[in-house]
């Protein structure tokens, strides 16, 4: 989970980049199929093949069209907001998460991670500083992709028991990239810019590859991660995202935070890693089994 969160705002920075000159629907396609062509021969390589029980299949499409929107809410806010800011917003969603493990999925929550995942909440609000009056509707945007990557990793928390993360991987790469082009085809009468696609030049070519390759293998560790600990575990560490997203908002677009905002990053960082030691302490405390 800690390399997700270092690899996914980095993908996200790119896609900021491109977002001035690349639809959205190409960033879209070009991330999906990617991930199809880079796992498809590993998944054939392995012999595991495609075959999954139909309730999984059901649950494997509601997960990738959820996919589908979540990354696609998030590329349209890092035209309008910062990155940090954009991350940020959307750090409701592990207190969401938390809140579904447990009463969705049945999952033990004690006061101890409510407290922290509060904490880390707050801590959020110092690094965003939100303004909705200076901003305007797109800072919505982010609290709709908390909502939908939510339910997208409780999903994939159910899918991960039942099949291994590069055959999930795969076969979601396959069926976004399904639904994109006929997306794509169905819409492209109506001559919208979002659903076009452009020629990039090498660079923006490069960076589109860029793109694939990270996303990827981000939730390549983010599903292996969510085979080994539970949602309720995992949820708290994804707050690292934001000192991560403020790093390389510095870096590339020369965006750094108020002395208020670095307060929130160490607040964000302290919830992240205290419930990391905490559940380690827990893990300790188990006798083993004989």
């Known amino acids: ?11 996200d920075a790119i896609a900021k980049l491109l977002g001035a000159t690349i639809p959205l629907g190409e960033l879209l396609l070009v991330r999906f199929a990617a991930q199809a062509l880079f796992l498809i021969p590993v998944l054939i390589w392995s012999k595991q093949g495609f075959q999954m029980p139909m309730r999984v299949a059901w649950m494997m499409a509601i997960r990738t069209v959820l996919h589908i929107l979540g990354i696609g809410g998030m590329f349209i806010s ?39 995942c509060a904490v ?5 609000l110092l690094v965003v ?33 039942d099949l291994e993360p590069v055959k999930l991987q795969a076969t979601s790469g396959i069926l976004a990239t399904v639904i994109l082009l006929a997306i794509h085809l169905i819409i492209s009468s109506f001559d919208l810019f979002a659903l076009s696609i452009v020629i990039p030049n090498r660079v923006e070519a490069s960076l589109l590859l860029t793109i694939g390759i990270i996303g990827t293998f981000a939730h390549l560790l983010m599903a292996w991660s969510l085979r080994f600990a539970p949602s309720t575990t995992l949820a708290p560490m994804q707050y690292l995202e934001i000192p991560v997203a403020t790093l390389f908002g510095w870096m590339i677009f020369t965006d750094l935070p108020n002395g208020l905002a670095a307060i929130g990053i160490l607040i964000t960082m302290g919830a992240g890693l205290y419930i990391v030691l905490h559940e380690r302490k827990l893990a300790q405390m188990v006798p083993a089994e004989t």
């Open 129 to 161: 500083q939100p303004s909705f009056a200076a901003v305007g509707a797109p800072a919505l945007i982010p609290l709709f992709v908390a909502v939908v990557f939510a339910l997208f990793m409780l999903t994939t928390r159910q899918i991960s028991k």
């Open 120 to 124: 880390g909440f707050i801590g959020t």
């Open 1 to 11: 989970m800690l390399g997700f969160c270092v690899l996914a705002p980095l993908g």
């Open 78 to 116: 890092l035209r309008y907001l910062p990155l940090a800011d954009a991350l940020a917003i959307a750090f409701v969603m592990p207190f969401i998460m938390l809140m579904l493990g447990h009463y969705v999925l049945g999952e033990q929550v004690g006061p101890r991670r409510i407290i922290a």
